[in-house]
């Protein structure tokens, strides 16, 4: 009986406030910057925005020369051949 409860503490008990940030860890360094950082991250959604724009570049590009190679014959359109 004695045994039964001893196991009912928690393994990751969280008595002490302290928070302990590691060096090479990727979590730690994101929840530094979190703290530290309070107003809007500008420079990450920045460069998301410029990411979103290049992905869609290629493709709007593509669009017009697709519909010039139809339109002109150079692709048969006809499925069946």
């Not at 990727?26 to 309070?38: H, S, V």
């Amino acid at each position: 009986m004695a045994d039964e409860n001893s196991n009912t503490e928690a393994l990751l008990s969280k008595s002490t406030n302290e928070v302990v940030y590691y060096k090479d860890c990727p979590g730690c360094i994101n929840d530094l910057r979190k703290e530290t950082n309070i107003e809007a991250p500008h420079k990450e959604l920045f460069f998301i925005w410029i990411v979103a724009l290049c992905v869609g570049l290629p493709i709007s590009s593509l669009y017009p020369y697709l519909y010039f190679l139809v339109s002109k014959g150079f692709i048969d359109t006809n499925l069946k051949s």
